[in-house]
């Protein structure tokens, strides 16, 4: 027998998550649990893979078993598919193993067509209900599988309501809706170039192949990018018996969250719509009821499913997210999952779970997103001004924070003005799936529709990113770039402001406060700190970023940039000075200049840090990015210097380099020109030296880095400065100071010759940002420009400068990591690029056994939490 690719819901179970998908997996374990669950079959997250595989057709073997298991339906439901006397009809959705709402697509009442719809109002009695029913199931199908776009359709509704005089989709009766239908199927042919489709297995495998295909559309793979998801995982689909909430006013449709997903409270929460069917309440085409509000309307189903939410709790050990639909007062479970939430209410949640005795505290630190921390780390409105504005309205706080900035209203344009630095707040109708990409760099997003369970919220609170939702009180004017609310009108670049907590909205730009990190986001984060191994460091140039860090618990600098502290006003001048120098004589007079400039940062910093460690690394810059290039700037350097002007251009002149980034930089400077070296040694030195009088007990060790060693003799050789101007001082001042002198790992021949580079170096730091580019071979900043087609044609799953690419650059870390501990095996490894903040950097960093990772001081949070993970998910021997 071959492989199985089609499961019943009763044939699975919770643990098959790979194959059948979260949705499936989770729909047969609620059937195992003897949950009322409309009954259906899963096809295969493999079916998947093998789709694509086949160049996009599903095999003859897969579609007899999704044939033969349609007959098994058949027997359990008593129905027919197809059939007009007795019709079954089903919905296809998607089911990928990682959650993903929103992204993939959804077909509900397949099965209908002319005939079986005329039967079936007869049977129903409910002519309405049949051609609402049919008129949905064409839109549907026709957008999702055909892909002619759903506003066709929408101002063909529009249309109807105008010519009836009415405002609602359900104030249409069922001649109105059968006249849709029909309209429907012309605006079909006349897109498509023939009629719609009548036999339902011909829909039936339309529609599985176009939610396969629905697997690659733009927003799903912009989704799997953003949260680390493999293409290679694939989705299953799920198809299942239709149960109908749009037959009338005893039936309804709902999605609902054991707790709060905003807060975290630990109360019901959900939505429900009255004569409607699921994509209703999630669209936000109508605004629905709060789930309290069912125990008045109809407590039977209310009780059942408040019973239901707490078994499902439970079982599930963790907050979950439910769809439910009531046909005729009968409840149904469409599905539970995990339920998305904000960080603070992830936080509440997993601190209330270990309060109740359902999880330990290990489970409660695996189970928040390290990323999602983001969102708590960021401002907040400063209270004193928000206490002097006036909200212009406020509708639905569908997820935390505060967001300020600009008027946007397009995903597109978010995209184009974030990218031109703007803060932007993207104001829309409704956001739907494609809107992704401007949500993702919006400092906010504020909708005219929807409720609190609407793709704008749902995407919102995934991505950390503040969201107030439902604002029917906004008057859109799309045409002229504008809309109206509390009397006012804003156009686009206006400024307004979002409170994600409250729901309001102000029409003007309010000031932020940095965020406070008590309460649950210490308990879990004392937690964390409790599992991990790896130390977290930050990446500091600044007292300002060293104390942020240290308040967000880093635990020492792990890269103090030195270059950074050259660019304001006096001090960019001498650095110019020390550059165009001709002779030995200039430069040392430059760097006299800059020595106490230095020496006072490094003091700052060495306060800032309390005696915790800082590595600082010597200057690194292509120099080109000092030199001035505006002609006023060149005459003041040529003054100041009492150089000719035409000599000092063709000095700047020489020093322009084709690759910059390869050129004549980091240990190269010192190689070159000694006394940098031992200018910045001095200031470092004397720096520790000082702070170390007035803390004697702090027992400072600096430790000095050379950066873009890639051959051990030019590490000896500047190392050599280092030590003879630090021991000279040292001695001096009769003291008996500890340092220590490491690299930068940054070259990939210093990587394959670590043993060698070990003999040298008391510490490696891998500066994976440009290990990345030399092992690639591609410019960071110009790498951007063509990635995208690597995306699209899937050569790249991620941008290798955001994850590490553990397979080639992380294989040279871990090589390198080996070498230096067979040469020292006390030797101290960390990582200071930027992916020491990124959550599956931190899990490979601890594998391979590194001390320490260094990220910037808001990514420390994130790397506490990553390295706990790593800490309770590969435990040490």
Known sequence: MGKKFVYMFSEGNGSMRELLGGKGANLAEMTGLGMPVPQGFTVTTEACTQYYADGQRINDDIQAEIFKNLENLEKISGKKFGDPENPLLVSVRSGARASMPGMMDTILNLGLNDEVVESFAKKTNNPRFAYDSYRRFIQMYSDVVMEVGKAYFEKLIDEMKEKKGVTMDTDLDADDLKELARLFKAEYKEKKGVDFPTDPKEQLMGAVMAVFRSWDNPRAIYYRRMNDIPSSWGTAVNVQMMVFGNTGDTSGTGVAFTRNPATGEKKLFGEFLMNAQGEDVVAGVRTPQTIDQLAKIMPDAYNQFVEICGRLEKHYRDMQDMEFTIENKKLYMLQTRNGKRTAAAALKIACDLVDEGM????????????????????????????????????????????????????????????????????????????????????????????????????????????????????????????????????????????????????????????????????????????????????????????????????????????????????????????????????????????????????????????????????????????????????????????????????????????????????????????????????AVIEAALNVSKKHPDWNLVPEIMIPLVGEVKELAYVKGIVVKTADKIIADAKSDMKYKVGTMIEIPRAALTADEIAKEAEFFSFGTNDLTQMTFGFSRDDAGNFLSYYYDKKIYESDPFARLDQTGVGKLVEMAAKLGRQTRPDIKLGICGEHGGDPSTVEFCHKVGLNYVSCSPFRVPIARLAAAQAAIKFPKN
């Open 359 to 682: 999880i330990s505290e290990k489970e409660a630190v695996c189970m928040i997103d390290p990323k999602q921390l983001d969102a708590l780390l960021h401002p907040q409105f400063d209270a004193k001004a928000l206490k002097a504005a006036k909200p212009i309205g406020s509708a639905l706080p569908a997820s935390p924070g505060a967001a300020c900035g600009k008027v946007v209203f397009t995903a597109e344009k978010a995209v184009e003005r974030a990218a031109a630095g703007d803060k932007v707040v993207l104001v829309r109708l409704e956001t739907s799936p494609e809107d992704i990409e401007g949500m993702h760099v919006s400092q906010g997003i504020l909708t005219v529709r929807g409720g609190m369970t609407s793709h704008a919220a749902v995407v919102a609170r995934g991505m950390g990113t503040c969201c107030v939702s439902g604002c029917g009180e906004i008057k859109m004017d799309e045409a002229n770039g504008c809309f109206t609310l509390g009397g006012n009108t804003y156009h686009e670049g206006d400024y307004i402001s979002l409170d994600g907590t409250t729901g309001n909205i102000y029409g003007e730009a309010i000031p932020t406060v940095a965020a406070d990190i008590s309460g649950d986001f210490g308990r879990i984060m004392n937690w964390a700190d409790q599992f991990r191994t790896l130390q977290v460091r930050t990446n500091a140039d600044t007292p300002r970023d060293a104390k942020q860090a240290v308040s967000f618990g880093a635990q020492g600098v792990g890269l103090c940039r030195t270059e950074h502290m050259f660019f304001e006003g006096e001090r960019i001048k001498a650095v110019r000075e020390m550059i165009v120098s001709k002779t030995e004589e200039q430069r040392r007079a430059a760097l006299a200049k800059l020595l106490p400039m230095q020496r006072g940062d490094f003091e700052a910093i060495y306060e800032a840090l309390e005696g915790k460690p800082v590595t600082i690394r010597y200057l690194d810059p292509p120099l080109h990015e000092f030199l001035p290039t505006v002609e006023e700037d060149i005459i003041e350097l040529a003054n100041e210097m009492r150089m000719d002007l035409t000599d000092l251009k063709a000095v700047i002149a020489s020093l322009h380099e084709f690759n910059p980034m390869m050129g004549h930089r980091g240990c190269r400077l010192a190689v070159s020109y000694p006394e940098i070296a031992e200018m910045q040694t001095q």
